[in-house]
């Protein structure tokens, strides 16, 4: 299969416009989509990423994780994408890789789950069922930011101003039978 981007070569440094759609405006105005990449070198500095990742294989999505978990300091993720297009998956990974070993569920009918792992509280929660953003009253999410280390949001569109604001923006799209993450983080 070729490269998804066949124009980089080696380690040289591109920019590159994604054909993913804009982050939703609810979550992120005049989000940027234009991404800075090396085959190799994974761009961090002091926590900021750019990047766009093909997470089409196992070991691929593992790869993104661990570079995402670089980033300690970031705490609320977004995680935006059509059903199906692997957020739940994302955050699974993202829990085994911080060493949690117990069932890893999707909160697609529960709303929220909870993970312990040590001293760390995660929080993953669901929202594509949420009827309205004042729901999430009766999930305590205003206390979210203090009892969590960090917190996983599907769909954080349908969350109005009740969600502690962003670190981390993932935009999972599925294309031409590939997977791809594209995350911007402040």
């Excluded at 993913?20 to 979550?27: D, H, M, T, V």
């Excluded at 300690?72 to 297009?85: H, I, N, P, R, S």
Aim: net charge negative; proline share 5%; charged share 20%.
């Amino acid at each position: 299969m070729p490269h998804p981007y066949p124009s980089l070569k080696n380690d040289e440094q591109q920019n590159i416009t994604t054909e993913f759609p804009p982050l939703s405006r609810a979550i992120l105005p005049a989000a940027r989509i234009a991404a800075v990449m090396t085959p190799s070198f994974l761009m961090i500095r002091e926590c900021r990423m750019e990047r766009i990742f093909d997470i089409t294989t196992w070991e691929a999505l593992d790869a993104a994780v661990a570079a995402l978990r670089q980033c300690a300091d970031k705490k609320v993720y977004y995680l935006e994408g059509t059903l199906g297009a692997g957020k739940t998956t994302f955050v699974q990974h993202w829990l085994r890789q911080a060493g949690y070993s117990g069932v890893v569920q999707s909160p697609t009918y529960a709303l929220m789950n909870e993970y312990y792992i040590g001293q760390q509280t995660v929080i993953h929660a669901d929202l594509y069922r949420l009827a309205a953003p004042d729901e999430l009253l009766y999930l305590d999410v205003r206390d979210w930011s203090e009892r969590a280390t960090h917190i996983f949001i599907e769909w954080a569109q349908n969350g109005g101003d009740y969600l502690p604001a962003a670190d981390v923006f993932c935009q999972f799209a599925l294309r031409d039978g590939r997977r791809y993450l594209s995350v911007a983080a402040a």
